[in-house]
């Protein structure tokens, strides 16, 4: 296949906020540095609430068992195969014109701090969501499991993006960083003219925590807190905030990634009981948990980011990006930088990191590495990605 042609590529992003299945149809074509991406169609197919219920079941390391991960793991592989097939009919494509699906999976576990175990240094990651249901159903060639290959030479499996963003968002004449806040927060250092190699971490929790304490203020009739609505009633406890903000992993050296294991339904607890012990208001509780990410993150980047890179403008997405109360305290931290939202660009913030794994899927097709040795602290450039081909008499 000759790569002077364009492929229409399927991107399916299921994230650590379990609020539905991103999926982006992009055209690609060429080849890095010189690769042309362009959005045909997006669109988030939501999760039933029975799926989203059993996923965050198995979030809980107690209660979850082998035979639930086996079941959600093709179950997940048929829901993934049919928002692949609403999104192609819904954009008038059918799926023999598509080359392949990328699909990220849903991460269940991700561990990349080391455990001994009998002479080895274990990490480990895990995001399901079965490829051969999904090649199988749609009759598409279906790439899955990116992480584990970075994980494998030694990286954190994660961020992956900032592949893409070096990629896709590198300014000649200025420092950038591309952010995204979704359940984790995450950002992509990307120097002027890409004179030197990207930095990018996790910079600790998104909406997660957020998210949680919502859906139990609310007894599960919210799932978040839409336009920042609650927090804007309530007050930021300093004393509260200043406790959490001494948690290690903000101090951490990048490379550094994280998720549920952190900032989970755990921490959720944590924050519920303190916040009830400590007299915190609800809204209070809220606002303080909306300034913990809107803090964790501008120090983040005064901590590892500013004093090494000259940055000029940060284009934020993820669902994060579309709370104002975050924003606006964000922009408060650090208001030396132009923030504008990831809109700015031409690509859609919610549809970013599903554009992202279509073009992760684009590098391993075309058997190329597609990690960051300098983001993700892998010892090499790998391809990353398992391919499960289509086959003939298939859709
Ligand atoms: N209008 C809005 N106002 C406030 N918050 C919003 C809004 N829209 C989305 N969000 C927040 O964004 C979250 C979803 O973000 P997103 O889809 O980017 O996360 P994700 O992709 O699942 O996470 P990750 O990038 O960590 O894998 C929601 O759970 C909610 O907290
Ligand atoms: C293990 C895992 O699923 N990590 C996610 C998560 O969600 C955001 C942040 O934590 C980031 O590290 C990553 O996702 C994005 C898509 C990435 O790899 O760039």
């Known amino acids: 296949m000759t790569e002077h042609a364009a492929l229409t590529c399927v991107g399916l992003m299921s994230g650590t906020s379990v609020d539905g299945i991103d999926v982006a149809i992009v055209e690609i074509v060429g080849r890095p540095p010189a690769l042309e991406v362009k959005v045909r169609h997006f669109e988030t197919v939501p999760f039933s609430e029975a799926v989203r219920s059993r996923i965050f079941h198995l979030f809980d390391l107690e209660k979850a068992n082998v035979s639930e991960l086996s079941t ?30 990328a699909s990220h999976g849903q991460t269940i576990y991700h561990n990349p701090v080391p455990e001994l175990i009998d002479g080895y240094e274990v990490i480990s990651t895990l995001q399901i969501g079965e490829a051969s249901v999904i090649a199988e159903k749609t009759g598409i060639t279906t790439i899955s499991d990116f992480r584990v290959r970075d994980m494998a030479a030694g990286g ?101 990634s994280t998720g549920r294991e952190l900032f989970g339904a755990v921490c959720v607890e944590q924050w519920w009981s303190e916040g009830q012990a400590a007299g915190l208001a609800p809204q209070d509780l809220v ?77 391993c097709f075309h058997q190329r590495p597609n990690n960051l040795p300098s983001v993700t602290g892998a010892a090499r450039p790998v391809v990353m990605g398992k391919v499960v081909r289509s086959q003939e008499g298939q859709a």
Request: aromatic letters at 10%; a negative charge; charged letters at 20%.
């Open 72 to 101: 959600m793991n093709f179950l997940l592989g048929h829901v993934f195969a049919d928002a692949t097939l609403t999104a192609l009919r819904n954009a008038g494509i059918a799926p023999h014109e598509v080359a392949f699906v």
């Open 156 to 256: 954190q499996g994660a961020p992956l993006v900032p592949f893409v963003d070096k990629l896709l968002f590198t300014a000649p004449d200025k420092g950038r960083i591309a952010a995204n806040i979704g359940g984790i927060a995450n950002l992509t250092v990307l120097p002027a003219g890409g004179r030197s190699e990207p930095l990018g971490f996790d910079t600790g929790p998104g909406n997660m925590i957020l998210d949680g304490l919502v859906q139990k203020i609310t007894g599960g009739t919210k799932h978040y807190d839409q336009d920042g609505k609650i927090a804007q009633t309530g007050q930021v406890n300093e004393a509260f905030l200043a406790k959490w903000l001494e948690l290690p992993y903000f101090a951490a050296q990048p490379p550094k």
């Open 287 to 363: 606002r303080t948990a909306t300034e913990f990410t809107a803090r964790t993150f501008a120090d983040a980047i005064k901590r590892f980011v500013l004093p090494a890179y000259a940055i000029e403008e940060m284009f934020v997405g993820g669902g994060g990006s579309y709370n104002p109360v975050l924003m606006d305290s964000i922009r408060k931290h650090l208001p030396n930088l132009v923030i504008e939202q990831q809109e700015a660009t031409g690509i859609p913030g919610d549809a970013k990191e599903a554009v992202c794994f279509a073009v992760l899927g684009y590098e």
